[in-house]
């Protein structure tokens, strides 16, 4: 696979490894084809943000051993879809994003502007 970029053109960072993230659970938020639900923006969770998840039927906060899925918590970073976030940056509950753990793939669902306005890694 060729080098991962993130929205900033530049190579993607790690989003977490505890827990460990990612649509293939590297760490990253690594995209490609396989990746149908492009799994690829960086978030901070916080406990607006999974209730909302939990609203639109994506419990994030149960563990799912038999997927190695801890569960999540407020403060945790993970790989979430770009989707959703659009839909809760709609209804005004997005989460912070870690924009340079964020992959490029995700401007094809969501405006840059939109991704920095919520950064948590950009002064």
């Known amino acids: 696979m060729s080098m991962q970029r993130n929205v900033l053109g530049e190579p993607l960072e790690e989003c977490s490894a505890s827990p460990r993230t990612g649509f293939t659970r590297s760490g990253s938020c690594e995209s490609g084809p396989q990746d149908l639900g492009s799994h690829t923006v960086c978030v901070l969770m916080t406990r607006e943000f999974l209730e909302f998840s ?23 970073r993970w790989c979430l879809c770009a989707s ?20 490029e793939r995700a401007l094809e669902i969501l405006a840059l502007v939109d991704l920095k306005a919520h950064a948590i890694d950009l002064s």
Do not use: C, I, M
């Open 54 to 76: 939990r609203e639109r039927g994506n419990d994030l906060s149960t563990p799912v051993p038999e997927y190695e899925f801890p569960g999540l918590k407020p403060g945790d």
């Open 84 to 103: 959703r976030w659009g839909e809760a940056l709609q209804a005004g509950r997005a989460p912070r994003v870690a924009v340079r753990a964020t992959h």
